[in-house]
């Protein structure tokens, strides 16, 4: 009944608060603070564990096979590929950054503990800073990057995470060993993601081709290639996750590449229409898997704090994402501005959640504080990215508009913007 009230209330007061500095992570996140140990205690771990890890698995799966299907491989490669920049030499950065900061800053962690806290901690999460990518006064250049990064990152950790869990001993993955995960995580499970994806697409193509489906249940048939491509990859002990980001890139391949009368655009809008449905359920579990991580995580570790894990959170913010941004973009051609805006932009949201969450159900020594570095973290996050994402997106819009008339500005470059809609609250802001 909580849960319901608040949300209702949200969303009767969207409009207004899309105009202020409180976020929906904010709103969900408090809440999820208020009704958890901390506050009224009506949620805990203990007794909701079940509900809890399916609410935050079907929300990282429809997340994940949503941002894919929006990708082509076009993006990576736009702007002078800055996506690719960031995807490439700025991940893996950031997870080595994150691992030896881990090691040497929380010594009750193992090396494969400390690895994980890095993956965890990588992926970016768009929707918690929005205004960062959708206010108009952002050259699309750099909205395009952000956007492109937040929406493959975290699949593209998914390996990082499976491979570094399997090597801590005593967790679900270890008993297979590496070679057992490498085969059913990283090889089978991609395979059949992009089998099902593949499969889904075309026969989706076919009946559209015939008229026989309706707009309806196209965007229910688009979550039913998610929850199949998850479910063929769950039974056979791989990773569901990266099985629901592959079908993700196949389902929207088929449909863009099958032969069709209509032009590019009215393709990728039909696309858009397809999955809108699973954008606008994925959006809404995520912010109550927020809520939930508030009530689980967040709580209980904010009874737990220290300075090493504060000092490691707020590093994760700055030091450890900046830095491998500023040597990804070296030699981009962007201005000190840029790289820093960037940098301060990636938020920690729905995936560094989901791991977080996943990796407290294991039974290792590191499990509290690897659980309490990354609710602390992620808590941070929705905090300063959610109250600087409008201000730092006017200020950065107002040096544009001055150094825009450098013929050479690099920022100038003519980005076309894939719109995510993983928010609840609208996505665009008015120009001026």
Same mark, same amino acid.
């Given at each position: 009944?909580?849960?319901?009230?608040?949300?209702?209330?949200?969303?009767?007061?969207?409009?207004?608060?899309?105009?202020?500095?409180?976020?929906?992570?904010?709103?969900?996140?408090?809440?999820?603070?208020?009704?958890?140990?901390?506050?009224?205690?009506?949620?805990?771990?203990?007794?909701?564990?079940?509900?809890?890890?399916?609410?935050?698995?079907?929300?990282?799966?429809?997340?994940?096979?949503?941002?894919?299907?929006?990708?082509?491989?076009?993006?990576?490669?736009?702007?002078?590929?800055?996506?690719?920049?960031?995807?490439?030499?700025?991940?893996?950065?950031?997870?080595?950054?994150?691992?030896?900061?881990?090691?040497?800053?929380?010594?009750?962690?193992?090396?494969?503990?400390?690895?994980?806290?890095?993956?965890?901690?990588?992926?970016?999460?768009?929707?918690?800073?929005?205004?960062?990518?959708?206010?108009?006064?952002?050259?699309?250049?750099?909205?395009?990057?952000?956007?492109?990064?937040?929406?493959?990152?975290?699949?593209?950790?998914?390996?990082?995470?499976?491979?570094?869990?399997?090597?801590?001993?005593?967790?679900?993955?270890?008993?297979?060993?590496?070679?057992?995960?490498?085969?059913?995580?990283?090889?089978?499970?991609?395979?059949?993601?992009?089998?099902?994806?593949?499969?889904?697409?075309?026969?989706?193509?076919?009946?559209?081709?015939?008229?026989? *489906?309706? +707009?309806?249940?196209?965007?229910?048939?688009?979550? =039913?290639? #998610? !929850?199949? $491509?998850?479910? &063929? %990859?769950?039974? @056979?002990?791989?990773?569901?996750?990266?099985?629901?980001?592959?079908?993700?890139?196949?389902? *929207?391949? +088929?449909?863009?590449?099958?032969?069709?009368?209509? =032009?590019? #655009? !009215?393709? $990728?809008?039909? &696309? %858009?229409?397809? @999955?809108?449905?699973?954008?606008?359920?994925?959006?809404?579990?995520?912010?109550?898997?927020?809520?939930?991580?508030?009530?689980?995580?967040?709580?209980?570790?904010?009874?737990?704090?220290?300075?090493?894990?504060?000092?490691?959170?707020?590093?994760?913010?700055?030091?450890?994402?900046?830095?491998?941004?500023?040597?990804?973009?070296?030699?981009?051609?962007?201005?000190?501005?840029?790289?820093?805006?960037?940098?301060?932009?990636?938020?920690?949201?729905?995936?560094?959640?989901?791991?977080?969450?996943?990796?407290?159900?294991?039974?290792?020594?590191?499990?509290?504080?690897?659980?309490?570095?990354?609710?602390?973290?992620?808590?941070?996050?929705?905090?300063?990215?959610?109250?600087?994402?409008?201000?730092?997106?006017?200020?950065?819009?107002?040096?544009?508009?001055?150094?825009?008339?450098?013929?050479?500005?690099?920022?100038?470059?003519?980005?076309?913007?894939?719109?995510?809609?993983?928010?609840?609250?609208?996505?665009?802001?008015?120009?001026?």
């Amino acid at each position: 009944m909580a849960v319901a009230g608040v949300t209702a209330v949200y969303a009767l007061g969207s409009r207004r608060l899309a105009d202020t500095p409180v976020s929906a992570a904010m709103v969900f996140v408090g809440f999820g603070i208020a009704i958890g140990p901390l506050g009224l205690d009506l949620v805990s771990r203990r007794q909701d564990a079940g509900p809890l890890r399916t609410l935050v698995e079907a929300a990282l799966a429809l997340v994940l096979f949503t941002d894919a299907t929006t990708v082509r491989a076009r993006d990576l490669r736009s702007g002078g590929a800055l996506p690719g920049r960031l995807l490439s030499v700025g991940l893996i950065l950031t997870i080595g950054a994150g691992w030896l900061l881990a090691w040497a800053l929380l010594p009750g962690l193992t090396v494969w503990e400390s690895a994980l806290v890095g993956a965890i901690l990588a992926p970016t999460d768009a929707a918690l800073g929005k205004s960062a990518i959708s206010d108009r006064r952002v050259p699309g250049l750099v909205r395009q990057a952000l956007n492109v990064e937040s929406g493959l990152n975290d699949g593209m950790v998914l390996p990082f995470f499976v491979l570094f869990l399997a090597a801590v001993p005593g967790t679900s993955y270890a008993h297979e060993g590496m070679g057992g995960v490498f085969w059913r995580a990283l090889l089978l499970s991609p395979a059949l993601g992009l089998a099902a994806g593949g499969a889904g697409g075309r026969l989706l193509t076919v009946s559209l081709h015939h008229g026989w *489906a309706t +707009a309806e249940w196209r965007q229910i048939y688009a979550l =039913a290639a #998610a !929850a199949g $491509a998850y479910t &063929l %990859a769950a039974v @056979t002990h791989g990773s569901g996750f990266i099985a629901a980001w592959a079908a993700g890139f196949a389902f *929207a391949y +088929a449909l863009r590449s099958a032969a069709h009368p209509t =032009a590019e #655009a !009215a393709r $990728a809008t039909e &696309l %858009a229409r397809t @999955t809108e449905l699973a954008e606008a359920l994925g959006g809404l579990l995520a912010m109550l898997s927020l809520l939930f991580f508030g009530a689980v995580l967040l709580g209980p570790a904010l009874q737990h704090l220290s300075w090493r894990i504060v000092g490691y959170a707020v590093l994760s913010l700055t030091v450890i994402r900046m830095v491998p941004v500023a040597v990804a973009l070296a030699g981009s051609g962007l201005r000190p501005p840029t790289v820093a805006y960037i940098g301060w932009f990636g938020p920690r949201g729905l995936a560094s959640v989901v791991f977080g969450l996943l990796v407290a159900e294991e039974h290792t020594h590191g499990v509290e504080l690897i659980g309490q570095v990354v609710a602390v973290t992620v808590g941070l996050s929705v905090l300063l990215h959610g109250m600087s994402a409008a201000v730092l997106a006017a200020g950065y819009g107002r040096w544009y508009e001055r150094a825009a008339v450098d013929p050479g500005l690099r920022e100038s470059l003519s980005t076309p913007v894939t719109p995510r809609r993983r928010t609840l609250g609208p996505l665009e802001q008015p120009e001026g």
